[in-house]
Every structure is written in structure tokens, then in C-alpha cells.
């Protein structure tokens, strides 16, 4: 047992836990925060990635030691007083999601993405989501979405 | 970029839309005023479906009401609805239809799915049924609630009925617009609940002013911020996760289980019920190193099939069978054909592959199971948990959160029963949610197939007969439309249950249009090979072999807007065709790809797929569900297949099992064929079926090859074209 503390969300937190813990199971069964979904257990879907100092990361294999003193942001912390971030908007207008479970790995994924390149072609933004499967097929819509937000962040929007 | 137009307003207002929390005393409260009319009527049923529901319910529904519609005092409406929500978009849908029979506007109606307490029954969600079998059902019901509310008016407004017109919720005078009352006015203050048999007129396609306009879906919001919750994201206060002992092959059993080092780690609880295994405790990721802790050993599994063997093995044990469809005379037709082909065609099993595994939360309440389930069948599985448990059904209810993709792979729930048989042994709330590795193994794969077709072709270029024998893939989308005077589909086994017990190595079960993947995909290459024997480009030749209007019309449509000019395969160009039908849909599917002779590698450039699905109700989730279906397709036609060995499963996750992903998926192009003479046909499975035969003929196009097995790897692309 170990006490880890962390920027999650915007707020600081103090958890003394197994430290060899996955973070993904201390985010949803310690801490509630259910919307980081498990898919594989093994860094092979996507569908867990949050974001450890502004890096997309697999939670499902990220041990809680690992953001001790770190910033971590989940798709809980995307929206800003109910306003939903560019990307959350551009993923509701294209329509880049089906069953919706994948979702907020794919949102966390392309954040990453944005926030080292605010401009990615159509090329990058595959190549940089590849990791991510999607079953229901939005994937045509999701590229859109991706695409359509950083151009409204590159007009201003956040 | 897929065409779609943006004519759907995008602003969800707060408040509107799925009512998930929605528990018993939201109903009774729901219910306390207002209208509830409660509706029993047959089902409008497809043609296939309709025969496999359980005996004594009509058409698969029982007596009882199968249509509840809510007018709230408020004026708003509620659909009370049997179905889910697994991505297809019938949350949104549905209440569509609800919306055009009341008038009221589409943002006044909400809508309850798949909670069996408050819902009438339903057999489940599969067989793109929601719109095209329930639908009618649901305007119906509306239809009945909006003519009892314009004669309250006319009572209240001492007017006839029949000068009477009903917009935006108010019920108002043709002739004077200062007499009206609105839906909430007639409603508020009473109870009245009405159970109606009869059937109050409909409105006509003509007079629709909401349905066959794009809707926003209502569960974006939720979807995007992370609120939406699944069945593993409902956590009952206290509630345990459960990991349970399995068996590393099919077949094989537990033969002995050392528990105590998992016992022995703190907070850990074991339950053991016979050969039922499982460790609990409040953390996921606690349970599995517990239930790796328990040292056990298996007995092997009788089974010695493997993914290489089980072809030979499926023809050695299948029925006998029976002719599905059959006409003139094969001997006669053999003698009018002056080119005779056989090949034969095989597919692998392939996974659902959701990506939410199988997960349910079951918690005990006063002698009262709750099960809160991702499945695309609650009715049948309360029947199924109070069975498991001795218990009578009233006292078990099932839940149905958002569900993460089900594709008929959550028809069956095994994992929900196993919550509720834990939550009753251990007297707490107990989550079960599959691993990846369970979820492979478990699943109700869509089963192997193996295919022999014998055609022939006259000197006019004309399909004289076609004998076609399936094994393995079922009857779904055997039986060929096109104009073949001798013809007989023959079927030997089915897509699911009612097989051999040696037949499959493990569970089969409906996949996105159960069976009718294979079977297009064999009769599709076949027509393909005919054209090529032919010398005809093999949409001409298609044409040539057509009368059915609507197949034409398909057909027709793709190749207008793929820009498909003539010419025999192999061209050289990588261009495919195939078609189908599916859920009284009609679709024809062309790609275009490229293929690396050096790796065998098959790369997708584009997909136009044309669709005629009758009536579309809301046109941008029909696009999306042919988008889904295309993509998802990909995965069947080149990738994915399970393998297997002595009743083992070696894919154990997706780094073996390898899904379509980003860098696959082509430019694609959907098109809805303007069909408002038909009724709204299904739409979450047709466009899917064309896709191994497709690829198959765009291949052959590319290449000169013909891969005659799905999935159509690189190994088998190079081995084709040695």
C-alpha cells in the first residue's frame, strides 16, 4: 500500500492504495468514475485511454503508481461547466459514435493528438488512432469529427 | 468523405430523451395521471422470423398489451418499449414514429427501453425488427392515443370529432383556431388507462412530417461525456465484483480446485457451488489476481477438430437437411446448359466481438432480483434468471442499461444469470463482467460454412439451372433471386441451435444477419464466376439474369453512382458487385481495391452501397447503421476468423482477432433509394451481406484470382494467385 496523489481532473486527490493497481479499476471502482471503459485488459482496443500529463496512455495496463504527483484527465474532466469540449461537440454533430462504448477512449485519443498537433492531416489523425477499434463502424464519422474540431479549435473554440 | 446531408437539427435539449434511472415508483408516479393506453395487436412479422418465436404467443407476443403510450399532464409523451438500445439508434427512432401519429413535436417525447417492469414484453432486439415489426406496432398505439384525445375534445369542446385536427398537442377546431385544448389539458387531473384491441387509422406516407427526416440521436450527450451508463457502469452500493473459474477448452471439465490461497487473500470471498467457481471482491482488478490464485485442473476435451479440419468435419456430421427452396427440374436444366461450373466455398466462425463484453450487475432486494444486463433480450433472459434461480417471475426484473454493441451476440447472457446466482449466494450486489478471453470463448459464434454450388449457363448467357448446397451457414439468404428456371437451395443444418451436438466444437448463434453472409458471398462469387465464363462484365450480366424490379433498381442505382463502366473481369480496375436481401431489404454493394501481389494484402479503396429499406424513417441513422454494416463487413471478409484447437479458443484478444481498423476503412458512399411505396423494411443488417462476395469479385477483378474463403487473407490471396 502506497498513498499516490494526483491532479485528476482538475482536482487534487489523496489515495493510499496497492500501488501495483491498475489505474483504470482505481478511476472506476475506487473513484466512480465509470465513463473509462474496459474492452481488452491488454492495451490492444483503446477503449480505456485517459490522458496522463497531456499523453494518451492505456489505463487497463497503467499501474496507479505510475501517475503519483502526475495531472491525469478522464473523459469526465473534457466538458467545462456542462460546456462540452470541441472535440465532444464535433463527436455529437458527425455522429462518431454508434453503441458509444468506444467513445470516450477515442475522444481521449484524439485530445492527445490535438494537443500536440492542433493540425493533423487526415493522414496522422489515422495513424495516431489506429490502437482504437471501434465495432459498430463509426469510424468514417469519427475521422470527420476529429478533423472538424481541430479546425474549430484552430478558429478559437475550445 | 460519406454523403449525408446536415438537414437534422443538432441542439438535444436538457432534459430530453432516454429515461434510464427510471425505477418502479417512476412508473407508478408516471402513470398517476394521464393517459396510458395500453395496446394489443399482432405484429406485423417478417418472413422468416416470424416462424422461430416460442409456441403459444401469437406471433411471438403473448395476449398481453404489447404497445404502452403515456400522455403525461405535461403533455408529454412517453413510449413505453420492450427493445434496447445497443447503437442502432432505435432510442430515437422509435419515438419518431410516436411523434407523427400524436403531432406533437419530436422534443415532447421520451422514451423507456427494456426494463421489464414497465415495459410490455418483447421477444428481443435482432433481425432489424425494431422499425419494420414493431414499428407498426408502436403507431398503432399512438395512433389509438390520439384519436381517444381528439374525443375528449370534442366532448370537452361539445364539437364532432371530425372537425377536429390535432397540431403541436393541441386539439383544436378546423373552423375556429380559438377552440382548442391541448393534450395536457385533457389529461390533467385523471387516470385513465385504456386497453384497446382495435386499430385507429395511421397516418399516410404522404401526410409524415417527422418520420423521413434525419433526427438527432438522444444519447449523444451522454455518449461523449462519459454518462452514459452500461451495465458495468451501474454500481450498487456494496457490490462485488465476481471473476469465475472457467475451463480452458470446450469440453473440458473441473477436476479438482484449490481455493485457499485465494480465500486466504483479505476481502476476498470465494463461493462454490459444485463445479460454479468464483471469487468476489469490490475491485476488479483484486479479483482477477484472486482468481488466479486457484489452482485447479481440467479434464481434456473430447473435441479434436481444429479451424483447418472443422470443414470436413461440418460435411461428416451436418443433417441430412431439406430443399428451402426448389423449382423446375435440375436434371432438365443440366441438359440445357452449355457451361457447367461447380466450386466450393468456405467460411470461418467468426466473433460479435462487441466491444462491451458481456456484463451484468445483480443485487437482491427484498426476495427481489434486479439485474441490471447488456443484452439484446430482456424478457427471455427474466424467464431464464428466475429459472435458474427456482424463483417466480415476477420476482426478478431485468434492466437494460445503454448496451455497448451487440450485433446478436448479446442475445444470449449467460453472464447476467451467473450475476444473479452470485448476488443470491452471497447476499450482496455482484458485478460479472466477461474478460476479452471469456468473451471469446464464449461467445455464440457465427458459425463455419461450407457451400457447393453447381450452375450452368445456355448459349444465351442465361443462368439455365443452380443447385446450391449449404452447411453450417442455415437458410437466411440461401434461397438466389435471380431468374433461374431449374433451381434448388438445399440446407443442411441451421445458423443456430437444433444442430448435432458433435456438429460445432462450441456455441453458434445469430451474427449480424445470421448466416446470410456466407451464403451471399458464396451465391455472389458464383454469379461472378457465371459473368466471367460468359465473357460479360459481370453487372451486365447480373442485369441480364434479373427481373425483380427493385433488385434492378439497386443495382442499378450503385452503379450509376460507383461510375461502373462495362467491362469482363478480370479488367484489371479491382471493381466488385455483389447484392442481396436482407430484412425485406434490398441492397447492392461495389467496391473498388487494390491487392499486393507481393504480400497478398488487400487494401479497400472505396464502397458504394445502394439501399432500398422501404419507408426510412430517420434517413442519417439508416446511413449510419450501412456505414457500420460496410465497415464491420470488412472485418468478415478479411480478417477475422476464430481459431481453435481440441476445443480450445487461441484467440484470446484482439491482437490475434484482428478487427477493421482506421487505416482499412475506405471512402464509403451510402445511398437510400427512394421507396415510399414500401413499408419501412430493416436496415441494421442488410448492407453488411454483399460484403465477402463483394471483396471476393473486386479481387478477382484486381488480380484474376478467386479466393473461395472467407476470411481472405494474404496467406490465402497469395495462395490463390500461385
Known amino acids: ?158 | 468523405m460519406t454523403r449525408h446531408d446536415h438537414d437534422h437539427e443538432l441542439e438535444v435539449p436538457a432534459g430530453w430523451g432516454f429515461v434510464e434511472t427510471f425505477d418502479r415508483r417512476d412508473f407508478l408516479k408516471l402513470t398517476s395521471t394521464g393517459l396510458l393506453v395500453m395496446l394489443t395487436i399482432e405484429p406485423v412479422f417478417g418472413r422468416q422470423e416470424g416462424a422461430r418465436q416460442p409456441g403459444g404467443r401469437r406471433g411471438g407476443y403473448p395476449s398481453d398489451p404489447n404497445a404502452y403510450v403515456h400522455i403525461g399532464a405535461d403533455g408529454r409523451v412517453t413510449c413505453l418499449v420492450g427493445k434496447i438500445e445497443m447503437g442502432q439508434g432505435a432510442m430515437t427512432s422509435l419515438p419518431q414514429l410516436a411523434a407523427e401519429e400524436l403531432n406533437v413535436p419530436l422534443t415532447r417525447v421520451d422514451i423507456v427501453m427494456g426494463d421489464t417492469d414497465v415495459c410490455p414484453w418483447d421477444m428481443g432486439t435482432f433481425g432489424s425488427l425494431s422499425i419494420r415489426q414493431f414499428g407498426p406496432v408502436l403507431r398503432a398505439a399512438a395512433a389509438e392515443a390520439r384519436a381517444m384525445l381528439v374525443a375528449m375534445a370534442a366532448d370537452r369542446l361539445q364539437m364532432p370529432a371530425a372537425s377536429l385536427e390535432v397540431v403541436d398537442g393541441v386539439v383544436r377546431s378546423t373552423a375556429d383556431r380559438t377552440k382548442h385544448a391541448s393534450y395536457g389539458e385533457l389529461t390533467a387531473g385523471k387516470r385513465i388507462e385504456r386497453r384497446l384491441e382495435g386499430q385507429a387509422a395511421v397516418e399516410p406516407v404522404s401526410a409524415y412530417t417527422v418520420v423521413g427526416k434525419s433526427a438527432p440521436r438522444r444519447d449523444g450527450r451522454d455518449k461523449v461525456t462519459g454518462k452514459a451508463k452500461f451495465a458495468g457502469d451501474v454500481v450498487p452500493k456494496d457490490a462485488l465484483h465476481a471473476r469465475i473459474l472457467r475451463v480452458p477448452a470446450h469440453g473440458a471439465t473441473i477436476e479438482q480446485a484449490d481455493v485457499a490461497a485465494a480465500s486466504a487473500v483479505p476481502g476476498v470471498r470465494v463461493i462454490r457451488d459444485g463445479d460454479f467457481i468464483a471469487v468476489l471482491h469490490p475491485h476488479r482488478d483484486e479479483a482477477d489476481r484472486a482468481l488466479d490464485l486457484v489452482k485447479a485442473t481440467f479434464t481434456k476435451s473430447p473435441s479434436t477438430v481444429t479451424d483447418e479440419t472443422i470443414f470436413d468435419h461440418l460435411v461428416k456430421t451436418a443433417p441430412a437437411g431439406r430443399a428451402a427452396a426448389e423449382g423446375g427440374n435440375l436434371a432438365n436444366g443440366e441438359k440445357l446448359a452449355a457451361q457447367t461450373v461447380e466450386e466450393k466455398y468456405l467460411k470461418g466462425y467468426v466473433s460479435h466481438a462487441a466491444m462491451e463484453t458481456h456484463s451484468a450487475v445483480a443485487a437482491v432486494e427484498d426476495g427481489k432480483v434486479t439485474v441490471w444486463a447488456g443484452t439484446q433480450t430482456p424478457f427471455p433472459l427474466k424467464s431464464q434468471v428466475a429459472r435458474a434461480l427456482n424463483l417466480p417471475e415476477d420476482k426478478v426484473r431485468v434492466i437494460t442499461p445503454y448496451v455497448g454493441g451487440g450485433f446478436g451476440g448479446k442475445s444470449a447472457s449467460q453472464q447476467a444469470i451467473e450475476a444473479a446466482r452470485l448476488a443470491m449466494a452471497s447476499g450482496r450486489p455482484v458485478r460479472v463482467v466477461f474478460s476479452r478471453e471469456e468473451e471469446l470463448f464464449f461467445d455464440t459464434f457465427d458459425p463455419a460454412a461450407v457451400i457447393t454450388i453447381r450452375a450452368g449457363l445456355d448459349a444465351q448467357k442465361k443462368i439455365v439451372f443452380w443447385d446450391y448446397t449449404v452447411i453450417g451457414a442455415g437458410e437466411r439468404g440461401a434461397a438466389q433471386f435471380y431468374d433461374v428456371p431449374n433451381h434448388r437451395t438445399f440446407v443442411r443444418s441451421g445458423w443456430g441451435g437444433g444442430n448435432p451436438p458433435d456438429m460445432h466444437p462450441f456455441a453458434v448463434g445469430p451474427w449480424r444477419a445470421p448466416g446470410a453472409n456466407a451464403n451471399a458471398f458464396a451465391r455472389e462469387s458464383h454469379v461472378d464466376v457465371l459473368a466471367a465464363k460468359a465473357g460479360m462484365d459481370p453487372v451486365e450480366f447480373r442485369l441480364r439474369n434479373l427481373t425483380d424490379a427493385r433488385m434492378k433498381r439497386v443495382l442499378e442505382t450503385a452503379a450509376k453512382t460507383f461510375g461502373w463502366t462495362p467491362k469482363p473481369a478480370p479488367s484489371g480496375r479491382g471493381f466488385g458487385v455483389a447484392c442481396g436481401i436482407d430484412a425485406d431489404t434490398y441492397v447492392a454493394n461495389m467496391a473498388e481495391v487494390k491487392v499486393d501481389k507481393a504480400t497478398g494484402r488487400i487494401q479497400v479503396v472505396r464502397l458504394v452501397s445502394a439501399q432500398d429499406m422501404g419507408v426510412v424513417v430517420n434517413p442519417e441513422g439508416a446511413r449510419q447503421q450501412m456505414e457500420g454494416c460496410l465497415t464491420m463487413g470488412l472485418g468478415y471478409a478479411l480478417s477475422e476468423e476464430v481459431r481453435f484447437r481440441n476445443g480450445e479458443v487461441l484467440d484470446k484478444n484482439f491482437d490475434t482477432y484482428e478487427l477493421p481498423r482506421f487505416s482499412q476503412v475506405p471512402k464509403i458512399e451510402t445511398v437510400l433509394v427512394p421507396s415510399s411505396d414500401q413499408a419501412s423494411h430493416g436496415g441494421g443488417e442488410p448492407a453488411i451481406v454483399p460484403m465477402g462476395g463483394v471483396l471476393a469479385n473486386a479481387v478477382f477483378d484486381a488480380v484474376g484470382a478467386r479466393v473461395r474463403q472467407l476470411p481472405m487473407t494474404p496467406a490465402r490471396v497469395k495462395a490463390a494467385l500461385a
Open chain 1, 1 to 158: 500500500m502506497k498513498t499516490i496523489t494526483f491532479m485528476l481532473n482538475g482536482s487534487a486527490r489523496r489515495l493510499t492504495v496497492d500501488e501495483t493497481r491498475m489505474l483504470l479499476w482505481v478511476l472506476r471502482d475506487d473513484l466512480g468514475l465509470t465513463g473509462t471503459k474496459f474492452g481488452c485488459g491488454e492495451s490492444v482496443c483503446g477503449a480505456c485511454t485517459v490522458l496522463v500529463e497531456d499523453e494518451a496512455v492505456r489505463s487497463c495496463m497503467t499501474p496507479v503508481s505510475e501517475v503519483d504527483g502526475k495531472k491525469v484527465v478522464t473523459i469526465e474532466g473534457l466538458a467545462k461547466d456542462d460546456r462540452l469540449h470541441p472535440l465532444q461537440e464535433a463527436f455529437v454533430e458527425h455522429l462518431g459514435y454508434q453503441c458509444g462504448y468506444c467513445t470516450p477512449g477515442m475522444i481521449m485519443g484524439a485530445h492527445a493528438l490535438l494537443l500536440k498537433n492542433p493540425r493533423p492531416t487526415r493522414a496522422q489523425i489515422v495513424q495516431h488512432m489506429e490502437p482504437h477499434l471501434c465495432r459498430c463502424g463509426a469510424h468514417v464519422r469519427i475521422l470527420e469529427a476529429i478533423e472538424s474540431a481541430s479546425a474549430a479549435m484552430a478558429g478559437g473554440a475550445r
